[in-house]
């Protein structure tokens, strides 16, 4: 089944604790339709001391959250958008948002709320 959301698009949280950030997606689990973005959903991880990290202590981890619950943000209105799948003249598959239009393509910046 085909993903709404690649790895590297901006998308738009709309639902939970994050909900109205934009940040950029950094995984993607199809399996499992979970994805993680940056700076979304932060957990704690205890570490114990390693020869790597003689300190240990306590990490921030992004974790994974549901994939129904990002949508792409659209280029035009910069705001998140529906996809719709379109299929162009020469026969590839490419997604489009439904607000504005616009071929989606991987952004590289995101932003808090």
Do not use: C, Y
């Amino acid at each position: 089944m085909a993903r709404h959301v690649k790895t590297g698009d901006l998308v738009e949280v709309i639902a939970g604790n994050d909900k109205g950030t934009t940040a950029k997606v950094l995984r993607v689990m199809p399996d499992n339709d979970l994805v993680v973005v940056e700076g979304v959903n932060i957990r704690k991880k205890h570490v114990r001391p390693t020869q790597a990290n003689p300190q240990g202590g306590r990490l921030d981890k992004e974790m994974p959250i549901h994939i129904s619950n990002v949508l792409p943000v659209a280029p035009s209105t910069g705001k998140g958008s529906r996809v719709r799948f379109d299929i162009q003249s020469d026969g590839t598959k490419v997604r489009v948002a439904v607000k504005g239009g616009d071929e989606l393509s991987v952004v590289q910046k995101g932003k808090s709320k």
